[in-house]
Each structure stands twice: as C-alpha cells, then as structure tokens.
C-alpha cells in the first residue's frame, strides 16, 4: 500500500516502503533532508546485564530508538514551498 509524501504529495515509492514502511517522504525528498539531519534521529543507549550493585558492568546488546526529526521534516517543507 502506497501514501503521499508529505512534502510533494506524490506517492511514494512501493520498494521504499517495504524497506523502510515509517517514512513519510519519496526518495528525492528523503535525499533533500539529509542537510537538515535526515528524517529521522536515532540513539543508542547499552543494555546492562550486570547485577545491580556490581562493581563490574557488563553490556548485553544496544537499544536504538529511532524518532521522526520533526524540525528537519518542517525546514523541508518551507523550503519546498518558498521554491
């Protein structure tokens, strides 16, 4: 199932959304973002596998959030609609 870019309003690409189904932007758009920090931000933070009070701290894996640049995705939208 297809959706509109939120920017030009066409729709966006079947293979970009099976790769990557949260976006909200076509390819071109998603290639413009990218000089304002890209659609989206992600963070890692450790996962600690060691006993509470420890002195010795052992790491498990890395959780990775991922969250929509807002200000990124708004300085895109200005941009397209002043050109």
Same mark, same amino acid.
């Given at each position: ?5 939120? %920017?030009? &309003? &066409?729709? %966006?690409? +079947?293979? @970009?959304?099976?790769?990557?189904? +949260? ?5 071109? =758009?998603?290639?413009? %973002?990218? &000089?304002?920090?890209?659609?989206? #931000?992600?963070?890692? #933070?450790?996962?600690?596998? #060691?006993?509470?009070? *420890?002195?010795? =701290? ?9 969250? @929509? ?5 708004? &300085?895109? @939208?200005?941009?397209? +609609? #002043? *050109?």
């Amino acid at each position: 199932m297809t959706r509109p870019c939120e %920017i030009c &309003k &066409k729709m %966006i690409e +079947e293979e @970009r959304l099976e790769v990557l189904p +949260e976006t909200r932007l076509c390819v071109e =758009h998603a290639k413009a %973002i990218q &000089k304002y920090g890209g659609e989206f #931000s992600l963070t890692g #933070s450790y996962e600690t596998t #060691s006993k509470q009070g *420890s002195l010795k =701290h052992n790491y498990g894996g890395v959780n990775v959030t991922k969250t @929509r640049n807002a200000d990124a995705v708004e &300085k895109l @939208r200005r941009d397209y +609609e #002043s *050109s």
